[in-house]
């Protein structure tokens, strides 16, 4: 399946936005992380996806937070994530709540995908149910993960949508995501995920049996990828 995938001193910036805004409601918490900032935080956990018995660490280089596999490992292994080759899951210690923003700056290569895991919970270091919006060489892919413990995937993904693109390899790629309970009937009700490529919107689906708040994570995998930095809005 393609793409089945406290803020430290290294911050580039940490934004608390105090009182109310002129509409009444409270104001948000912005956070941005710098790659650096990301490696050094002790608020992120390496996770794995229950159908591997491990994740691999990521890695600083050149500005970029990598996933890694042992040296000399074949390129394919990675591609073909065997046994979960060189897929590296970090998340949030603390879920995020039922509203909130995230974006990120990705680089993938030919074959790699990357992106963030959305409200997921939790098997001791093993991702659950869980949202997944992965950007590779093709496009966006958003799928809905359901655990059952069956299965080669213990569980079943649903893909809720998804973007035909081409994207070129080794390029600097905008990622942003918006999660909202939605009440309008004429939108549909339900959970809205909205996405963003480079500040244009390109996909936005509305889940009628939505998961509920969960942990934040990124994905790299499928190949070598990278992420630069992460802005969390909530």
Sequence with gaps: MRAKRSCCLFCLSVLLAAGTSLAGAP??????????????SREWLPL???????GYPWA?????LV????????????RRMEKGMGLSIYGLKEPLPEQYE????????????????LNSGLRGDALADHYLVLLYHGGINLWKYT????????GVY???????????????????ITTRRNTRPER??????????????????????PLPPGVLGIWLGEGYAGVRQVTIRK
């Design 67 to 78: 996933n890694t596999a042992p040296e000399g490992t074949p390129y394919e292994q990675v």
């Design 147 to 154: 655990y059952t413990g069956e299965g080669r995937d213990h």
């Design 102 to 117: 995230v974006s990120g700056v990705f680089r993938v290569d030919q074959a790699a995908a990357a992106g963030f895991v």
């Design 188 to 209: 549909g009700l339900g959970y809205e995920l909205s996405v963003w490529l480079d500040g244009e919107h390109v996909l936005g689906v509305t889940d009628a049996a």
């Design 27 to 40: 104001a948000k918490q912005e956070v941005l992380l710098s790659a650096e900032g990301l490696f050094h």
């Design 158 to 176: 649903m893909k809720l949508g998804w973007l035909s693109r081409p994207l070129k390899s080794d390029a600097d790629y905008n990622l942003k």
């Design 48 to 54: 794995r996806e229950p159908r591997f018995e491990r």
């Design 60 to 64: 600083l280089k050149e500005g970029f």
